[in-house]
């Protein structure tokens, strides 16, 4: 026992207090949605105890529960790649040894801080309105932009490229990981004639991929959470069409709209477990890909 606080204590003093506001702050209200989950409870009357009707009810009978977390599900898997993609190009052109590269850096984190602010989704959705920037552009070299956000198939777009656009926190990972890489691995593939595409595949990415992971991770963790975007662009409603109903948008409308705060707590159990089981399947898809520098054998 000594010699193991003597190896963590460090680790252990620096997460005090993030425990210290988990137990007193967190564990209450999370532990009271759970128990809220099984009850029927609208805020006005106490809780009345039901069981598993709530979820019996979400996944028999309840058809925007299935449409959310398909619009959930497509965002994710739009979104994620090409944030990461994007980040991790900015960051290889940023290792160049670009001057000012701290100027490009805070500008480029930007988009991180104020991304996910309510007034940057207002601004976004005047952007996108048909008499928006986007569709003056279009005009401008002869064509005709779409209605973004009121046809069903171009809104979720507009969200992917918001998220997209909020690239920073991942491309600031990306960088330092694409410096920790040693230079002398990079000169040995060109003594033997390895272009920048093989270079790129033979070094980067398996060197990166510990990087690589945990950007993925965060950055899904994030997507499935995603809000404010969704919920001020959309209305608050999933329009058009519920084409733009993230979980996180249905959760608060049954929560807060409705007041059915027992089947919402439910919602919000469901999106956790989806969020955990998405995790774990990253977890154990990693030992396939993802090779650490003290990994022996």
């Known amino acids: 026992m000594e010699k193991f606080l003597r190896r963590n204590f460090a680790g252990y003093a620096f997460l005090t207090p993030w425990l210290i506001g988990f137990f007193l702050l967190a564990i209450g209200p999370i532990l009271a949605s759970l128990y809220l989950s099984f009850t029927k409870y ?3 009357r106490p809780p009345q ?5 709530n979820y019996a009810y979400m996944f028999q009978f309840d058809q925007r529960f299935w449409k959310a977390l398909q619009v959930t599900f497509t965002f ?3 979104s994620v790649p090409a944030k990461l993609i994007f980040a ?19 500008l480029f984190y930007l988009p991180s801080i104020l991304g996910g602010s309510i007034a940057v989704a207002i ?8 008499d928006g920037v ?9 064509g005709d932009g779409p209605y973004w956000l009121a046809d069903p198939n171009y809104s979720l777009w507009t969200l992917v490229v918001l998220a997209v656009w909020q690239f920073g926190s991942p491309m600031l990972i990306f960088l330092a990981g694409l410096r920790a890489i040693p230079t002398e691995l990079y000169e040995a593939a060109e003594i033997d004639a390895a ?15 510990p990087v690589i992971f945990f950007n993925l991770v965060l950055q899904m963790i994030e997507a499935f959470k995603s809000f404010s975007g969704a919920f001020v662009i959309s209305g608050g409603r999933g329009d058009p069409l519920d084409s733009l109903l993230f979980f996180t948008v249905y959760l608060y409308n049954e929560a807060f709209s409705f007041l059915r705060m027992g089947y919402a707590s439910a919602l919000a159990w469901v999106l956790l477990l989806v969020i955990a089981l998405f995790t774990a ?14 990994e022996r054998g």
Do not use: C
């Open 42 to 44: 609208n805020i006005v």
């Open 49 to 53: 105890w039901i069981g598993l009707d």
């Open 76 to 78: 994710v898997v739009l």
């Open 88 to 106: 991790l190009g900015v960051a290889m052109a940023l290792d160049k040894g670009i001057r000012a590269v701290g100027w490009y850096r805070a």
């Open 123 to 130: 601004l976004w959705r005047q952007l996108f309105s048909y």
């Open 134 to 142: 986007v569709n003056a552009v279009l005009r401008f070299f002869g």
């Open 195 to 209: 272009g920048p595409v093989k270079k790129f595949f033979a070094i980067t990415v398996p060197l990166l991929a």
């Open 281 to 294: 399947i990253a977890f154990w898809t990693s030992k396939y890909w993802v090779h650490y520098e003290n």
